[in-house]
């Protein structure tokens, strides 16, 4: 089993910036990928970016492309995102998440963090 503690979070007003950790432990090997998906209140989840492990590469949702930032620390097991640029529609509960496959996008995700909400204010 993999376990992913999430950290980070909160208010925060229009143009401003957070970030958000998660670091993992358990069955570390199983970790290659690591991404961040976001839910806002009546929607689906949505995919945000990720980011492989060992070979590198990045992948951006369109909607946080020039905003957010995906990076990993491979000593500590932990993924972060630096969202900058903030905007009301951003304002969701974000979990990470990682799977075994090497293959950046949003499919296969198998292990999950516990959410923390983002709200950004107007």
């Known amino acids: 089993q993999v376990h992913l503690a999430q950290s980070g979070g909160g208010l925060v007003q229009t143009g401003g910036s957070l970030r958000l950790s998660c670091a993992a432990s358990?069955?570390?090997?199983?970790?290659?990928?690591m991404g961040w998906f976001r839910q806002a209140p009546g929607k689906e989840r949505e995919f945000v970016a990720d980011?492989?492990?060992?070979?590198?590469?990045?992948n951006y949702a369109d909607s946080v492309k020039g905003r957010f930032t995906i990076s990993v620390d491979n000593t500590k097991n932990t993924v972060y995102l630096q969202m900058s640029s903030l905007r009301p529609e951003d304002t969701a509960v974000y979990f990470c998440?990682?799977?075994?496959?090497?293959?950046?996008?949003?499919?296969?995700?198998?292990?999950w963090g516990q959410g923390t909400q983002v709200t950004v204010s107007s």
């Open positions: 980011t492989n492990r060992f070979i590198g590469g990045t």
């Open positions: 358990g069955l570390t090997g199983y970790v290659v990928t």
């Open positions: 998440a990682t799977k075994k496959s090497y293959a950046l996008g949003r499919a296969d995700y198998e292990y």
